[in-house]
Nanobody
Framework: QVQLVESGGGLVQAGGSLRLSCVAS????????MGWFRQAPGKQREWVAAISSGGSGDYLDSVKGRFTISRDNAKNTVYLQMNNLKPEDTAVYYC?????????????????WGQGTQVTVSS
């Protein structure tokens, strides 16, 4: 049974940093792209970042230069380093496994999802 577990969320002041982790179990996902999404209260879930199986990252424009996605295939883990956080980054953050090796922002291409971790940025 595939399971994704996120951790690392919390409350931080604007300008601060958090590092989210997502550990996958049940099978190896080294051949799959992985992504992070977020959902703020009252808003639809949106794609934040993704990393291909080869390690190439893509980002939502509003987080470019502040967030960095990375992966450790030996640990079946994907990370999201978030720096210079802003109140508008407040959301529940979800990790997901893409169907293919190349990443995309399309939610329907992601087959497995974690339960999410709350990130709250105070002003």
């Amino acid at each position: 049974q595939v399971q994704l577990v996120e951790s690392g969320g919390g409350l931080v002041q604007a300008g601060g940093s958090l590092r989210l982790s997502c550990v996958a179990s049940g099978r190896s996902f080294g051949s799959n792209a992985m992504g992070w999404f977020r959902q703020a209260p009252g808003k639809q879930r949106e794609w934040v970042a993704a990393i291909s199986s080869g390690g190439s990252g893509d980002y939502l424009d509003s987080v470019k230069g502040r967030f960095t996605i990375s992966r450790d295939n030996a640990k079946n883990t994907v990370y999201l380093q978030m720096n210079n956080l802003k109140p508008e980054d407040t959301a529940v953050y979800y990790c997901a496994v893409h169907r293919y090796a190349l990443s995309s922002s399309r939610e329907s291409n992601y087959d497995y999802w974690g339960q999410g971790t709350q990130v709250t940025v105070s002003s």
